[in-house]
Nanobody, 128 residues
Framework: EVQLVESGGGLVQVGGSLRLSCVTS????????ICWFRQAPGKEREGVSC????????DYADSVKGRFTISKDDAKNTVYLQMNSLKPEDTAVYYC?????????????????????WGKGTLVNVSS
């Protein structure tokens, strides 16, 4: 059974930083991709960033490029999202998601269409 558990959210001031963690189980990073999504109140879900488990290829939404960094620790079965220079518009519930890569990794596809397995989310609140 695939399980994804997010943590690290909280209240931060504009310009601050947070690091989100996604602890996974039931996943072999060699064959899976893991992504972060977010959903702000009253808005549609947005793909934030993805990482290909086997070679650490990464993808980012334009809205977070240069500010957010996704990474993984295979030994800990954990994916991180380092968020710097946070803005009020980054306020949202952040979700970790995962999918088995069928053969060809496409981060842009996952960011646009989502994934099969989801965590319950962690709230990030950026105050001005």
């Amino acid at each position: 059974e695939v399980q994804l558990v997010e943590s690290g959210g909280g209240l931060v001031q504009v310009g601050g930083s947070l690091r989100l963690s996604c602890v996974t189980s039931g996943i072999n990073f060699d064959f899976w991709a893991i992504c972060w999504f977010r959903q702000a109140p009253g808005k549609e879900r947005e793909g934030v960033s993805c990482i290909n488990g086997i070679d650490a290829t990464t993808d980012y939404a334009d809205s977070v490029k240069g500010r957010f960094t996704i990474s993984k620790d295979d030994a800990k079965n954990t994916v991180y999202l380092q968020m710097n220079s946070l803005k009020p518009e980054d306020t949202a519930v952040y979700y970790c998601a995962a999918d088995k890569v069928p053969g060809y990794y496409s981060g842009s596809f996952y960011l646009r269409y989502g994934m099969d397995h989801w965590g319950k989310g962690t709230l990030v609140n950026v105050s001005s």
